[in-house]
């Protein structure tokens, strides 16, 4: 529940908008730490500025700058208008996980408007990006631009995934009072209801969730 929410004209049609089209699939600000520190203590660690040696921290600063690369990519798509257009080149997941290529982007936007097919982004990893032509030259331009993030994920032979760019709600409702907003909802694990949230809210404030300077 949200209090002290002032509620306007299009509140209702924004979470119909959600409910039909879902969100990015952001990582929440709890998988980068407080102010974003296990993405900075990542960099550090890349720049040999300490050692790492105890399994869990090694764990959170590997998890966060993967994650981090991840929002990165997503926010990159949003502004250059190709977060739901599929590019030559894509990887496209399906509910079953299985991949596809994308080797024609009309076919591949029949497939996505279908909802059948996510157009996914990377969980980065030591080997080379599986996406191809014009999909895999956004992404690799992104990622490297963090070298020291790199280092870390790929001295420690992190596997290459994928994860879907867009998040749908399940069962998604919602109740507006004079001063709350009520919102319930199923999420697939390994997402956060604060991509969700950030869409409702619309303020974006702590945008760390998304797509924070370090």
Known sequence: MVSDFEANGDIHSRLEAIKAQGVPNYFGSQRFGRNGNNVTSAREWGQDKFRVRDKSKRSF??????????????????????????????????????????????????????????ITAPMTGDNALPTAQDAQALEQSIVDQEPDLLK??????????????????????????EASLSVSFFLP??????????????????????????
């Open 61 to 118: 600063y590997l998890s966060a700058a993967r994650s981090f690369l991840f929002n990165q990519v997503v926010s990159a798509r949003l502004e250059n208008s190709t977060f739901t257009a599929p590019l030559l080149g894509d990887l496209l997941v399906d509910s079953s996980e299985t991949l596809q290529l994308v080797e024609s982007t009309e076919n591949a936007v029949s497939q996505i408007q279908s909802g059948q097919w996510k």
């Open 152 to 177: 870390v994920i790929r001295g420690n032979r992190m596997r290459h995934e994928r994860r879907a760019m867009r998040l749908y709600p399940k069962e998604m409702r919602w109740e507006v009072a």
């Open 189 to 214: 694990a390994g997402s956060f209801a604060t991509a969700v949230m950030r869409e409702v809210i619309e303020n974006h404030e702590g945008e760390q969730d998304a797509n924070f300077n370090q």
